[in-house]
């Protein structure tokens, strides 16, 4: 429960009080300040607590994005502040120097602050000015055309009133359910009537997290669908695969729209995206080997080409998250994208060349009806390629020309997403100093090379050569040198996605090699495990809770150890035999895992970590 204290005295006519309490605050009565610090000491200590001038006028919406958001410890508008349990130590103390101040004006001779003057003089506002000036972070919600004001007189009532009539409060509400950057599909196909089917659950007490699961099981009947086979399975799944995506959008909205935010939620909501997407191209798979055509390489070959996308997004980001606005603008590739940013036109279109979630599951979904799963995928790998070729062509030219340095926060991140097991870790430490005297490109230059010499081998060799085994010996070296000093440099973090292309590039050529039954599905299970444990560090990172415990890394032995392993059982069994091992190794790092990261994200949100929002991946 929430606690709302009104202070001052109550204009006749106001709604402020039925207002609050359909945001679920309990609302209590202060007179002064004296009474609203005797009230706040009353509240418990895990409760939220506002502090409301009585004479606010504005809308419930304002007031919503003021008082209700659970992302943020401390939060203000004009005539309100209010504080999370976490914050309320800071809040009170703001509150008694606020009192101790008043009370000292008045001792002095000076008339004391009227209960009802206007503006900054109201205590409410007094507190936010306090907040400030010790240097709280005091979150101050983007109101655009909402209104929110402490009239300090009749005639300012009456102006307030007639502006929150003229703007319609559930209108703006439904605006700003709607991310304000999102691709054309979604922005033109989806969100337009998305955001009603939000406020429909919204108005059902449904929630975000039981919306997100809703999209999941849509998708996973989807890929059943397509796993038959048949026309109609593959209609039917096109179909559904739409509808899982509007039910996608609309956890979001929904999110935005009730400011039901959660960490659990934001964990939820990335995850299952990328379970849809992979399940479905499971299915997709299944349902071509039952009409006779074998294209689980080219469903793995997917979602290695779209993981890594993933990872240059992430790992681009992070590299850059600590630069300034300054040092981001001073590339000419950036001031080239500011341009064209300015051409209404090349906005939508360079967003959806990049194929992004929208563009790419109508793509998948339209191609499964009329066309056949090779097809389908053809077009995703030309797509999806064009797309990773276009984005980080972008990128390394910013890397090269922009003027920012690389902090530690940023070099531990691409540290983290690197993955590096014991292998790299151990050799790592004995090639600390001459890695010092290298060139700066080092980093980015070894990890390519040995990842390409890893994966090229694999590929050309025969399935039980041992030429693969040396080549993974060969990437263990390469891929402690690339990690041997902190990832600071201009082009160090496309480190991460080489790595992730190496390891998930080996294990598809190998089972391709095989040549038997089953080798590629367990390739993409276990492929598909790995994956789930990149991102899953990465969504921790971006919650700010760091990397995953480094017994997880080590347990599943890193990129490189698990590079090793495969290709050394690719030399010692059987194609029949490694195929059964790519199961088993599937299926260990899968339990592993999946339980350590729903423990974790299960106890953030139990143990009351700061609620989040994903807003998606542009990819």
């Not at 739409?242 to 956890?251: M, P």
């Amino acid at each position: 429960m929430s606690t709302a204290i009104l202070t001052g005295q109550l204009v006749p006519g106001s709604s402020i009080e039925s207002e609050l309490r359909s945001l679920g605050f309990d609302v209590e009565l202060a007179p002064d300040a004296a009474g609203a610090e005797t009230l706040l000491a009353r509240v418990p200590a895990g409760e939220r607590v506002a502090v409301v001038d009585a004479r606010f006028v504005g809308h419930v919406h304002a007031l919503r994005l003021g008082l209700t958001d659970p992302r943020f410890p401390l939060a203000a508008i004009p005539g309100a502040v209010t504080a999370r349990p976490e914050a309320r130590q800071t809040l009170t103390r703001a509150m008694a120097r606020e009192h101790s101040a008043s009370g000292a004006t008045a001792h002095a001779g000076a008339a004391p602050t009227k209960p009802d003057a206007g503006g900054p003089d109201g205590l409410a506002d007094r507190i936010t000015a306090a907040l400030d000036a010790d240097g709280a972070d005091v979150h101050r919600p983007e109101l655009g055309s909402l209104v929110a004001a402490v009239p300090a007189d009749p005639q300012a009532r009456n102006e307030a009133r007639q502006a929150v009539s003229v703007v319609d409060d559930e209108a703006v509400r439904l605006k700003s359910a709607v991310k304000a950057r999102d691709g054309f599909v979604t922005t033109f196909l989806v969100s337009p009537y998305s955001r009603y089917i939000a406020r429909w659950c919204a108005r059902r007490g449904l929630t975000p997290n039981q919306v997100t699961t809703a999209s999941l099981i849509t998708a996973l009947i989807a890929a059943g669908c397509a796993a038959t086979g048949t026309r109609g399975g593959f209609v039917a799944a096109g179909v559904l695969l739409i509808a899982s995506f509007v039910l996608d959008c609309t956890d979001g909205q929904l999110a935005r729209y009730s400011l039901q935010y959660s960490t659990l939620g934001a964990w939820l909501d990335a995850t299952f995206d990328r379970a849809k997407e992979y399940a479905y191209y499971a299915g997709l798979a299944l349902g071509a080997a039952r009409g006779g055509d074998d294209v689980w390489a080219l469903a793995l070959g997917a979602m290695v080409l779209q993981t890594c996308r993933h990872v240059v997004d992430f790992s681009f980001n992070e590299a850059n998250v600590d630069s300034t606005a300054a040092a981001a603008n001073t590339s000419p590739t950036a001031a080239l994208s500011d341009r064209l940013d300015s051409v209404g036109w090349t906005v939508w279109v360079r967003r959806m060349i990049v194929l992004p979630i929208g563009e790419r599951w109508a793509m998948i979904a339209v191609l499964t009806a009329v066309a056949t799963p090779r097809i389908t995928f053809y077009a995703l790998l030309i797509g999806c390629a064009f797309a990773a070729t276009y984005t980080t062509a972008g990128r390394v030219l910013r890397s090269l020309t922009r003027k920012a340095t690389r902090t530690d926060r940023a070099a531990t991140a691409l540290a983290d997403l690197a993955d590096s097991g014991p292998l790299a870790e151990t050799v790592a430490k004995g090639f600390a100093k001459p890695a010092r005297r290298l060139p700066g490109f080092t980093a980015p230059a070894v990890a390519l090379l040995g990842g390409l010499a890893v994966v090229a081998t694999a590929a050309l060799t025969d399935f039980g050569d041992a030429w693969p085994l040396v080549a993974a010996v060969v990437y263990v070296l390469t891929s402690a040198l690339a990690v041997a000093r902190p990832l600071k440099g201009a082009l160090d973090w496309p480190v991460p996605p080489f790595f992730r292309a190496a390891e998930y590039g080996t294990v598809l050529a190998l089972a391709a090699n095989a040549d038997v039954n089953g080798a590629l599905p367990a390739a993409f299970g276990l492929v598909a495990a790995v994956a789930y444990h990149h991102y899953d560090t990465v969504y921790r990172i971006r919650g700010g809770a760091g990397a995953p415990p480094r017994w997880l890394v080590r347990t599943i032995g890193g990129h490189e150890g698990r590079t090793l392993v495969i290709t050394a059982l690719a030399v010692l069994l059987t194609a029949t035999q490694f195929t059964l091992a790519l199961t088993v190794l599937a299926v260990a790092v899968a339990l592993v895992v999946l339980a350590e990261s729903i423990r974790f994200w299960v106890a953030a949100h139990n143990g009351g970590a700061p609620a989040v929002h994903d807003e998606g991946e542009p990819a």
